[in-house]
């Protein structure tokens, strides 16, 4: 079950909740056993198909960074008396805990027109709500789903984004965030906007909290660009963010550490991206057990099995310098069954793969005729490459699934030869390219010098020298090249 929080201190919040009620047909029910202050008395229900589909909206008269334990207002208001009759604790817990909870509401800012989502919580001072360095559970999965559905119902003059973490409550009891309408009171009187914040939440219906793959977010600006660019174009999503400002606010990472730690435990994640120069909270986030990892790792890494990952940075290179990954590392991904045949009893993959050397030669001459093609061939044969040149261009060793598949990729390059070449043939493990062309050393024996003439011959055109015509064809050779493969 999803739980909604309205706030009657936010106009934004209350329109917000108006049109949630107007999109559905919501059961109006009575709570008795709470102050109509604090969720009770009035709230609705909305049942899907499966507990996870089902929403639960209350309303509360203080602003929502000042609820505390806000997930205790929801559920069933009989489910401990349940218990009590004989019903089974787990049943009861069931009926009666969200498994999400969203806190629609105002945003504010010199931002203009903006839908923006983000988790709550403080990794410094208490300001503005909850308590000094205590973290709320973050969501990462369904603001990942959030924020596309933002970019779905948004009208034309709305952007979309989010925030990092930067204000209460600090203890929610399940995994929340923020949904935000702003950034000012033409946005919160807005009806377009505020039902475009309605339809977005209601999408989060069966959407889980999290997912496997979830980061914790250091540094940067208050909106965050970097961390949305990853969870908008990779299958990495993104917890707790402490943007440069909050980090000041924090101190020192030393003396902080159980917050840096509280930030992991509370999204979920065992890896942290950081944007800027911050060595002494690296130095503490590798001290705590997590990982520093860059953008470029993200990327690189989106849909291929980490345990892949892992196994092919220790065995080639890593992806910082240069380790690059092909298509068939992302479908180890649909076979976790022959990734698990692959280890042996110590857990090594030591036969999902064989670590070959690039054909070098080869590879060089087909990436001055094509290197996109190059590149391409490269991919779609390998799990893993090497490259250099900024990860442009592919060198060194690569890991394949069989030696088949290198012999693959050599015919590939070989192929591509036929661009420049007049024959390519394999010959004694190698490929040898045959190629007409002009000579110059022909063309001076025959009197002709450098400069203009030897351009037209060159170009397949014949010239005059001393009142002797000279064709093309006798001033060209064959010239053999063989690259080893």
């Known amino acids: 079950m999803i739980a909604i929080v309205v706030s009657r201190a936010d106009s934004a919040s209350e ?27 009035p709230y609705y229900r909305l049942d899907g198909t499966s507990r996870d589909a089902s929403f639960e909206l209350r309303e509360f008269d203080a602003l929502h960074l000042e609820i505390e334990e806000t997930a205790a207002a929801f559920g069933e208001p009989n489910a401990a008396e349940a218990t009590d009759s004989g019903a089974s604790e787990s049943a009861a817990a069931d009926s009666d805990t969200p498994d999400l909870l969203v806190f629609v509401s105002r945003h504010s800012g010199d931002t203009g027109p ?64 923020f949904a935000e309408l702003g950034s000012d009171e033409a946005q919160w009187d807005d009806p377009e906007g505020a039902r475009a914040v309605a339809k977005a939440v209601l999408d989060l ?27 908008r174009g990779t299958d990495w999503t993104v917890g707790h963010i402490a943007a440069d400002w909050v980090l000041d606010a924090m101190g020192s990472p030393e003396h902080n550490r159980e917050v840096v730690r509280r930030a992991f435990e509370e999204s979920r994640a065992e890896r942290a991206v950081i944007e800027g120069d911050y060595p002494d909270l690296k130095r503490v986030v590798a001290d705590l057990g997590y990982d520093v990892v860059s953008e ?23 992806i910082s310098a240069g380790l690059r990954f092909g298509d068939p590392a992302e479908e180890f991904a649909d076979d976790t069954d022959g990734l698990a045949d692959d280890r042996d009893r110590t857990g090594e993959m030591d036969d999902a793969y064989e670590v070959v050397e690039l054909p070098t030669d080869l590879l060089t001459e087909a990436q001055s005729i094509d290197d996109e093609a190059t590149r391409e061939a490269v991919i ?39 661009e420049k070449y007049d024959s390519v043939a394999r010959e004694d493990g190698a490929v040898v390219a045959r190629q007409t062309a002009f000579d110059p050393e022909k063309a001076q024996t025959l009197g002709v010098s450098e400069g203009p003439a030897f351009g037209k011959l060159s170009a397949g055109q014949s010239v005059t020298v001393n009142g002797r015509e000279i064709e093309p064809e006798t001033v060209q050779s064959e010239r053999v090249r063989r690259f080893d493969a």
């Open 380 to 418: 779609a044969r390998t799990l893993a490459f090497e490259t250099e040149q900024s990860g442009s261009r592919a060198a060194g060793r690569a890991a394949v699934r069989d030696v088949d598949d290198r012999e693959a990729l050599v015919e590939t390059l070989a192929d591509l030869l036929h």
């Open 114 to 177: 903006l839908l923006t989502a983000h988790f709550t919580g403080n990794f410094g001072p208490a300001d503005y709500g909850g308590v000094e360095g205590g973290l709320a559970e973050a969501c990462p999965n369904a603001h990942a789903r959030l924020l596309a559905a933002f970019a779905d119902h948004a009208p034309d003059s709305y952007e979309v984004g989010m925030e990092c973490t930067h204000h209460g409550p600090s203890e929610v009891g399940v995994p929340s965030l």
């Open 205 to 231: 219906a069966g959407v889980s909290p999290h997912r496997e793959r979830q980061l914790v977010g250091f540094g940067g600006g208050h909106y965050v660009p970097r961390f949305e660019r990853i969870e």
């Open 15 to 41: 329109h917000i909740g108006d049109h949630l009620l107007d999109l559905a047909d919501w059961e109006r029910r009575e709570d008795d056993a709470r102050p109509d202050a604090e969720g009770g008395g």
């Open 296 to 318: 470029t790792w993200v990327r690189e890494t989106t849909g291929v099995p980490l345990e892949l990952v892992e196994a092919l940075e220790a065995d080639l290179s890593a």
